[in-house]
């Protein structure tokens, strides 16, 4: 790998779309799909902290999907207590921080105090950041934010006249996670479809073909080669 390979994003985001078509595909239900997606999305977040990727985000629900059928809503909230109750454990064991960003409602208790929990005991750990995008919408998060930044200014905790883009951001979900560097949508669609819209304002695009459960570490060294390539000007 030359010299210009070795340089990575800080942070990387990642759209995790194609589980359902990859399951139609391959003549599975679509459950299957998500089980597969959830395990490659395990294996790729390992991957991107061995390239020393210190932070790796995931939209993994957004707050659109509660619109999906009742069975496969029911099928992924499963899964999900699932994986954040046996899986959490090992990556922060691993050293992984984990972050969850997105709204709390309609989201289960059970599920609620794993999240907590998982953010609790890993809130020391440096090694990586996995910012899991969870009942999340880009819209949602500013105007949370907003609504935030409205209470402090009526409490007289923030003056509007002193606003800048910095102290705006401390009112987005776990506002020290920074900006995007790189956001990567599988299975061929070409839209952010809301996804941390605050963060990829200026962050690098790459679309790829192939649907997340076939995603494999060449991938994230071929994302990462052609992160190394592109002229980032940020609108200069």
């Known amino acids: 790998m030359d010299e210009t390979a070795k340089i990575v994003p800080t942070h990387l985001g990642f759209i995790v779309d194609g589980n359902r078509r990859w399951a139609k595909e391959h003549g599975l239900p679509s459950s299957e799909g ?3 997606g959830y395990e490659v999305l395990k294996k790729i977040a390992y991957v991107c902290k061995d390239r020393g990727i210190k932070y790796m985000s995931a939209y993994i629900f957004s707050s659109e999907n509660w619109g999906r059928s009742a069975d496969e ?5 499963k899964l999900f207590l699932f994986a954040f109750r046996h899986d959490m454990r090992k990556f922060i064991d691993d050293g992984f921080r984990i972050v969850f960003l997105g ?7 059970e599920i609620l105090d794993i999240m907590d929990e998982a953010e609790t005991e890993s809130a020391g750990n440096s090694d990586a950041t996995l910012a899991i995008h969870f009942n999340y919408g880009g819209h949602a998060e500013i105007i949370d934010a907003a609504r935030h930044l409205a209470a402090d200014v009526q409490s007289g905790r923030a003056d509007l006249a002193e606003m800048t883009d910095d102290k705006f951001r401390q009112y987005l ?4 996670v920074p900006d995007m560097d790189m956001m990567v949508r599988t299975s061929g669609e070409q839209r952010v479809s809301g996804f941390a819209l605050w963060r990829i304002a200026y962050s690098e695009l ?20 052609e992160y190394s390539h592109r002229n980032r000007r940020f609108g200069k």
């Open 34 to 36: 998500h089980r597969r």
């Open 73 to 77: 809503v029911g099928y992924l909230m």
């Open 103 to 109: 709204r709390r409602d309609r989201v289960s208790q």
């Open 173 to 176: 979900y776990h506002p020290e």
């Open 206 to 225: 790459m679309f790829l073909d192939k649907k997340w459960p076939d995603m494999t570490e060449a991938d994230i060294d071929t994302i990462i080669a």
